[in-house]
C-alpha cells in the first residue's frame, strides 16, 4: 500500500462519522448534476476539519488558480522546492523562456493576492467534477483531501471517492 493509500485510509477512519452527512445528501440526489454533492476534507491540522460542497462551487470552498495550469509555473513551482523560491525565481527570470514566464508569474501573483493561496488549480478543478460524476455513478461520495506538505507552507491535494452504503 502507498503512502498516499496509507493516508487516506487512516483519514478517512477518523472523519468518517463526519462523512455521513454529505454521503446521506448524496444517496437522496436523483441525478449527478453540478448541484450534486461532495466533501472536502482539510487534513492540515491535527483535527481533521470536513466541509460539504456542491460540486459546482466547490471552488468557493478551495481556492482555485488559472495560472497553476502553466507548465512553466508548474516547471518554477518543482524547482522552487528543489532550491528555494528566490533562486528559482532568478533562474526562471533569466531563462530562454524569461518574458513568457515573468507573464504568468504575475498573473500567478494576482491571484494569489485577490483570492489567497490557491490549494489547485482549475484544471484540477474541472477533472474532480468530472471524477464526481464517475463516482456518483458508482454510488460514491466524491472526496478532496488537503494534505500537509512537506514543508510549513505547503499542501497537497488528494481526490477519491468511498462508498456511500459504507459510510450511511
Known amino acids: 500500500m502507498g503512502d498516499a493509500e496509507q493516508f487516506v485510509k487512516d483519514l478517512v477512519g477518523d472523519v468518517r462519522p463526519l462523512l455521513r452527512a454529505p454521503a446521506s445528501l448524496v444517496k437522496a440526489e436523483r441525478e449527478w448534476s453540478l448541484s450534486s454533492i461532495c466533501a472536502v476534507i482539510d487534513a492540515r491540522k491535527t483535527t ?3 466541509v460539504t460542497s456542491a460540486i459546482g462551487t466547490i471552488n468557493s470552498v478551495l481556492v482555485a488558480s488559472s495560472a497553476l495550469d ?3 509555473l508548474q516547471a518554477f513551482l518543482k524547482r522552487a522546492r528543489e532550491l528555494d523560491a528566490d533562486a528559482a525565481l ?3 527570470l533569466d531563462g530562454d523562456e524569461a518574458e513568457a514566464f515573468a507573464e504568468i508569474y504575475e498573473r500567478y501573483r494576482e491571484e494569489r493576492e485577490e483570492k489567497g493561496h490557491a ?3 482549475v484544471g484540477d478543478s ?3 467534477a468530472a471524477k464526481s460524476r464517475e463516482a456518483w455513478n458508482d454510488r460514491e ?3 478532496v483531501a488537503i494534505t500537509p506538505g512537506p514543508s510549513a507552507n505547503t499542501h497537497g491535494v488528494l481526490t477519491f471517492s468511498l462508498p456511500l452504503d459504507w459510510l450511511t
Open 48 to 50: 481533521p476539519q470536513v
Open 70 to 72: 502553466n507548465p512553466l
Open 141 to 143: 461520495l466524491a472526496c
Open 90 to 92: 532568478a533562474e526562471f
Open 126 to 128: 474541472a477533472a474532480f
Open 119 to 121: 490549494v489547485w488549480s
